[in-house]
């Protein structure tokens, strides 16, 4: 796979990923309102929903989403805008999609913060050095 194919199927991953999440938090919250026979409307607000509701393990991943990838989805639009996809960056792409998908699996699990934390900053460190590079690469052109 060439590497533009890479950074899109990547970037697509983390896309998926996150409407995965987005419907297992659907599932699980329209589930706990049913059965704890709460009004939607009582759960307008996030302080609401905190209050009312016990498991917000997805609905805090969907949130962090759209948190960190944001920047990865920029940078791949930039990299894909430009032209310049270097073959590390895909590499790169891929890892960040990897994080992704543990970290999700952390959070919507068994949730130990230490692990889910140690994924993140991998995830964050990876993204980081994923800019660091795009710049100076493409700067040095």
């Given at each position: 796979?060439?590497?533009?194919?890479?950074?899109?199927?990547?970037?697509?991953?983390?896309?998926?990923?996150?409407?995965?999440?987005?419907?297992?938090?659907?599932?699980?919250?329209?589930?706990?309102?049913?059965?704890?026979?709460?009004?939607?409307?009582?759960?307008?607000?996030?302080?609401?929903?905190?209050?009312?509701?016990?498991?917000?393990?997805?609905?805090?991943?969907?949130?962090?989403?759209?948190?960190?990838p944001?920047?990865f989805?920029?940078?791949?639009?930039?990299?894909?805008?430009?032209?310049?996809?270097?073959?590390?960056?895909?590499?790169?792409?891929?890892?960040?999609?990897?994080?992704?998908?543990?970290?999700?699996?952390?959070?919507?699990?068994?949730?130990?913060?230490?692990?889910?934390?140690?994924?993140?900053?991998?995830?964050?460190?990876v993204?980081?050095?994923?800019?660091?590079?795009?710049?100076?690469?493409?700067?040095?052109?």
């Amino acid at each position: 796979m060439n590497p533009f194919s890479s950074l899109v199927t990547a970037a697509s991953v983390v896309a998926l990923l996150t409407f995965a999440v987005g419907i297992r938090m659907y599932l699980l919250r329209v589930r706990e309102m049913k059965a704890n026979r709460i009004h939607p409307q009582s759960v307008a607000l996030s302080a609401q929903r905190a209050e009312r509701l016990k498991d917000t393990r997805a609905a805090d991943n969907y949130n962090h989403l759209f948190e960190l990838p944001v920047l990865f989805y920029a940078l791949v639009a930039i990299a894909l805008a430009t032209g310049h996809v270097p073959a590390w960056l895909a590499v790169g792409a891929w890892a960040f999609a990897v994080l992704r998908i543990v970290h999700s699996a952390i959070q919507c699990t068994y949730n130990k913060v230490m692990h889910r934390f140690a994924v993140f900053i991998l995830g964050f460190l990876v993204l980081m050095m994923m800019w660091i590079g795009f710049i100076a690469t493409y700067l040095a052109r």
